[in-house]
């Protein structure tokens, strides 16, 4: 029987409330520790194995066709019940182990249109069709294939040590997180409707500028928002002579890029992170003529829904204001899309953190824990805590990058390449070790021993 344990958590006003089993009787003693490290330890030849094969054989978004059925084998191969193709080339295992809660563990499989220029014997040569069909190198530049093995690795460890623990963990493989379309894409397709819905979900992610050994937890928002707007600014167009007759496009373009600098300095608190960029700007076709229209690409970033929420506001109504001030018709006004492809903010429950931190903490010294402040990057494992089912979610770093190296780059006052360059260096060893541990500690963190009554 689950015990109802209520946490309250106010994430940006959101009132998070969940009910979570009470983790008075946690499976992890001092012997289960032993236990997995033993395990973690057995395993390493087999796990190296397959970080080096993935490593070389990177698939992209949504095409990770053979990452997915070797995670699929792996996990069969252990009594796991897999289905296959959930959200395009996603994986999902569950493992059902007695009462209890049931937790999420996700890891994301695709790799990015970078060509690898480590030297490595398991260096990436691979090309791949990217979505469009264009040929293109291919690299596991975000250690995706790490994540992908540290989930085997948890998986193997759990399934050992069956006898420890109650409850359900939903293992899953996601596609796509480059393209931040994976979650939502599994979401849709019935992730926590076909399938156990998860009390917890938790994730984890490699950083080369992080030393590896070490973990990170970074509590509340972690990763930006960030979102995509298109404005089509229209004008009516003429001869570049003519001026008076036309209503110029460019020009309007222009006031609009320089008042939407002033969304973030003059109606955003200071001290509240948030960017508008204009990226693309594209209009016009020949000198002496005044074109139809100019495009606009932006991307937003963010910490808060409704900072996100205002900055399109905002950039509505100055697109509106600026067209209507510079005489363009009514049905000329310039037209403002946001895109569906952006990536929401990711929160990390706070309470969840503060526990698992505690028990990163546990489990590899409090040396090797640190607190990381959040990032600009965005991440789709936000998706997994923003359903109407509210499941508390945290994603930690693990430490990737040769402590060497970083400190020598720190000493020179620069940095080691960062994930997605083509120089980033990853060492697997020991952070497949740190990827297996903290998934199978935070997950045993969260699970009822059994034997132990309640
Ligand atoms: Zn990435
Ligand atoms: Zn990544």
Redesign the pocket.
């Known amino acids: 029987m689950k015990t109802k344990h209520v946490f309250s958590a106010a994430a940006f006003g959101l009132g998070l409330v969940f009910a979570a089993p009470a983790p008075a009787a946690r499976a992890a003693s001092g012997e289960v520790r032993e236990a997995v490290q033993a395990r973690v330890a057995a395993e390493f030849a087999s796990l190296e194995a397959i970080y080096k094969q993935l490593h070389a054989n990177p698939e992209l978004a949504f095409q990770e066709f053979e990452t997915a059925a070797l995670l699929a084998k792996e996990l069969r191969a252990l009594g796991i019940e897999v289905t296959e193709k959930v959200g395009n080339t996603g994986v999902v295992g569950v493992l059902k182990n007695g009462d209890g809660p049931t937790v999420l563990l996700r890891a994301d499989m695709d790799g990015?249109p970078v060509k690898e220029l480590v030297d490595l014997p398991w260096a990436s040569k691979a090309v791949k069709k990217d979505l469009a069909g264009k040929e293109v190198p291919t690299m596991h530049?975000?250690?995706?294939d790490l994540h992908v093995t540290g989930l085997i690795g948890a998986a193997r460890t759990l399934v050992a040590l069956k006898e420890r623990w109650r409850g359900t963990i939903v293992f899953v493989g996601q596609p796509a997180?480059?393209i931040v379309s994976g979650a939502r894409a599994m979401l849709t397709d019935g992730l926590y409707t076909r399938f156990p819905r998860p009390d917890f979900a938790l994730g984890l992610?490699v950083f080369s500028h992080f030393p590896a050994g070490l973990v990170g937890y970074t509590e509340g928002p972690a990763y930006a928002s960030s979102w995509a707007v298109d404005v089509v600014v229209r004008g009516v167009g003429g001869h570049g002579s003519a001026p008076h007759t036309t209503k110029d496009p460019v020009v309007l373009a222009a006031q609009i890029v320089l008042g939407l600098q002033t969304i973030v300095s003059r109606e955003i608190q200071p001290g509240v992170p948030a960017v508008v960029t204009v990226g693309s700007i594209h209009g016009g076709t020949k000198r002496n003529i005044i074109g139809e229209e100019v495009k606009l690409e932006l991307t937003l970033r963010g910490y808060e829904d409704k900072v996100m929420e205002h900055l399109v506001a905002s950039i509505r109504r100055m697109c509106d204001g600026l067209g209507r001030a510079a005489g363009v018709p009514e049905d000329r006004l310039p037209v403002v899309v946001l895109q569906k492809e952006g990536a929401n903010v990711t929160v990390n429950t706070p309470e969840l953190t503060r526990k698992l931190a505690g028990t990163f903490r546990e489990w590899f010294g409090a040396g090797r824990v640190e607190p990381v402040p959040p990032i600009t990057?965005a991440?789709d494992f936000s998706e997994y805590g923003r359903t109407v089912h509210r499941v508390p979610a945290v994603i930690w770093t693990v430490g990737a990058g040769d402590p060497a190296a970083i400190a020598a780059a720190k000493q020179a006052g620069k940095s080691v390449p960062t994930?997605?360059s083509p120089d980033v260096r990853f060492l697997h060893d020991p952070t497949l070790q740190t990827c297996v541990i903290s998934l199978a500690a935070a997950a045993l963190e969260l699970m009822p021993a059994r034997g132990v009554e309640r």
């Open positions: 990015l530049a975000c250690g995706h997180e480059e992610h990057g991440e994930n997605h």
